[in-house]
């Protein structure tokens, strides 16, 4: 997606071989009219899917997965990092290692909120390794729904991620795919 490349190039900063910052229009402020971009253009591209709930992983994935249920015109799940104190019977839970933090934590989504008859299209803000969508995919799993596919913002191809999911037969779409990147360049896979 030209307008998610183009703001890369203008706003995010490689601080080293494996880490984008994108503070300024992700992750801790966030541009609202890319994210209504963003969510058109993954509702088109999977509109031929029976989409019945899209779901993220607190918080960076939230805006754009919000703009995506929007323009699909169906409910958004946020899959939780640190279950609240009242969120505690009937959950589905699984570990997930995290790439920034390099912490585990237990992704939990409550049983009462997803069916079998659900079929969920999965939405996050990066790609690298992949433990965070094949928790996610776990998880609704777990239900015995159906994950429709994935939908990344920023996908990091040099990194493992990518091949594993293809390799697991999951339906991704990257809007930007990045094949290397260093201080102070950014490339991309066409
Ligand atoms: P994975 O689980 O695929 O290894 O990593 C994906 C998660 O780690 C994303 O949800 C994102 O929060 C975080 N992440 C991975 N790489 C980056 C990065 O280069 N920059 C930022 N800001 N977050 C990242």
């Not at 249920?69 to 958004?76: C, E, F, H, S």
């Not at 659900?118 to 790609?127: R, T």
């Amino acid at each position: 997606m030209k307008l998610l490349e183009d703001k890369i190039l203008q706003s995010g900063r490689a601080i080293n071989e494996d880490i984008l910052k994108v503070d300024s229009f992700i992750n801790h402020q966030v541009d609202v009219n890319l994210m209504i971009e963003i969510g058109k253009e993954f509702a088109e591209y999977f509109k031929n899917e029976p989409i019945t709930k899209v779901a993220t992983i607190e918080s960076s994935g939230i805006s754009p997965a919000i703009m995506t249920a929007m323009a699909l015109n169906v409910p958004m799940l946020i899959l939780k990092k640190q279950p609240s104190k009242v969120l505690n019977d009937n959950l589905y839970q699984t570990v997930v290692t995290s790439f920034t933090k390099g912490n585990n934590y237990e992704l939990t989504l409550s049983a009462n909120q997803i069916s079998e008859n659900d079929h969920v299209l999965i939405i996050d803000d990066f790609l690298a390794n992949g433990e965070t969508a094949t928790g996610a995919i776990r998880l609704i799993r777990m239900a015995h729904a159906t994950v429709a596919g994935l939908g990344i913002l920023i996908e990091k191809s040099f990194q493992p991620g990518r091949e594993k999911l293809d390799a697991a037969g999951i339906n991704v779409y990257s809007l930007a795919r990045i094949k290397k990147m260093g201080a102070g360049f950014i490339e991309f896979i066409n």
